[in-house]
């Protein structure tokens, strides 16, 4: 039984299942259309939303100009985890993404984990742009004037139940009034997150050239109002405001970890459409590392544009473009205004898209494997897209997004999405190590040389150099050094739980780091997957003990469900 749950899956094995399928809902196969350019808008799509529009203004406020070095540091890491995804996606041609990918590298369980995981990931995520993508969608439409007449989203259709019943603003306030009522319940609703939540879904249940040309048509219109508002900025910039350019030091900028990542998670998406690719193998790779370095840059000369028009402090906001143009007095600004506006809707309805294209293509794959019912891999018969699933994505997002507000829980997001970089970076470092080793095993033997090799610099002295260089940094820079970092008493000498629960996240980084730093230096690991594994575990050690606490129970109910169906059903168990 324990020797199952971690029975590796053969590339071979993957591949013959994906292209013949183990029951006839498995052999229709689905449309290879996807090509470079496809797979690089879908990333652009997934990375340019919402962040671009809202948390950035946030991150800047924190660490002023010298976000842009978060912004980098965040890249690079994301370069270090996108390494090791090209390698997998070269390696593994097939849809599944991380889930896949733990399969081959760690076991079955492992590969339930992190395929629950994502599930998470996806949906919360996508609830929390269907949102986000309404309040956008709603002050545009009510800032427009036709013919005279003015239009106007009534509140209680734009607002989630439990934000009106808290009345902490003046929308709030308006939509519990003007609600109406039905027996003793006021009727509240999140209409247009409802509304295009069902769009999308209808997109993507139609075929992957639907959901092609309508991620390229955003995209490009994206691009270019984005394109637009930097160079109308750029004649704005007062240099001035970039001193000082760290006002509140390095913490500061750390201090916008969670949400500059949160603005970069979704070049993975793109891993789930690896058989709707033509060329996965080669095309994959290249697309990851475009939309990536694309966005980056994008990023970068946005913060530049924002802190140089204004001064860091008055960028607390939630719509921070919107914000610095309103303080331009010019016969331009309106229309700019109007832009912006236009761009968040666009720029988050196509984030939706491609994760709402993502999140059918994990149950699928899971499904595969007999860890869900057979229904979840049905393949339509016409459009050739993962019908029931995308249909159930669709109810899962849309209607918890017209009745709920989850703002308190969508770091969980940024939480599920670091977990699956952490176990691709780590898959990487066991199989390279396995295949120097010369490890005989079926599994690991039938793995293939993928077209796209992360570059080899051994680890074997560099990662314990780099950890003892972080404890000498630690003790020179803390206060108190490991005493005082470990004392467990508040400030009245009391021990409390409270103290305790915000140092583990970075005691369990610690500890991360010794071990990895103690098997690098035995198993010679490759650097580069280290680095994005050590880096991807620290970003989730600084995102917030209660995040860690919700997903640790959204994993023990996944186990939960594991056990009463997944291991009973597994297809890979059942031919041992």
Known sequence: MNNSLFRRKSISQIEKEAAAGLTDAHSIGMHRTLNVRDLTFMGIAAIVGAGIFSTIGKASYDGGPGIVLLFVFVSVACAFSALCYAEFASMVPVSGSAYTYSYVAFGEIVAWIIGWDLLMEYAIGNIAVAISWSDYFTSFINSLTIFGYHLHIPEWMATDFWTARDMKSPEAIAAWKNAPVIGSLKFICNLPAFLITAVITWIIYIGIKESKR????????????????????????????????????????LKGTAAVFFAY???????????ECRNPQRDLPKAMFYSLIICTIIYIIIALVLTGMTSY???????????????????????????????????????????????PRIWMSMSRDGLLPPIFSRIHPKYKTPSFSTVLTGLVVGIPALFLNLNVVVDLCSVGTLFAFVLVCGGIMRLDSLKRKKFKSDQIAAIPDSKFKTPYISGKWIVPLLFITMVWLFLAFHPNGFSGYFNIHNDKGVVTWDVIRQKVPYLLFAIVFAVTAVLSFINSYSLIPVLGFLTCSYLLSESGTTNWERF????????????LYGAKHSKLRAKQ
Do not use: R
């Open 214 to 253: 309508s991620t390229n048509a955003m995209v490009i219109l994206k691009l270019i109002i984005i394109f637009i508002v930097m160079v109308a900025g750029a004649f704005y910039i007062k240099p001035t405001n970039w001193h000082p350019f760290l006002p509140n030091g390095m913490g500061g900028v």
């Open 265 to 275: 998670i979704g070049f993975d998406a793109i891993s789930t459409t690896a058989e």
């Open 313 to 359: 402090t008055g960028l607390d906001k939630g719509d921070p473009l919107a914000y610095v143009f309103s303080n331009v007095h010019s016969a331009f600004s309106d229309k700019l205004a109007a832009i912006i506006s236009i761009g968040a809707v666009i720029a988050t309805a196509s984030v939706l898209l491609v994760f709402q294209l993502g999140q």
């Open 552 to 563: 640790v129970v959204w994993l023990i109910v996944g186990l939960c469900l594991y056990f």
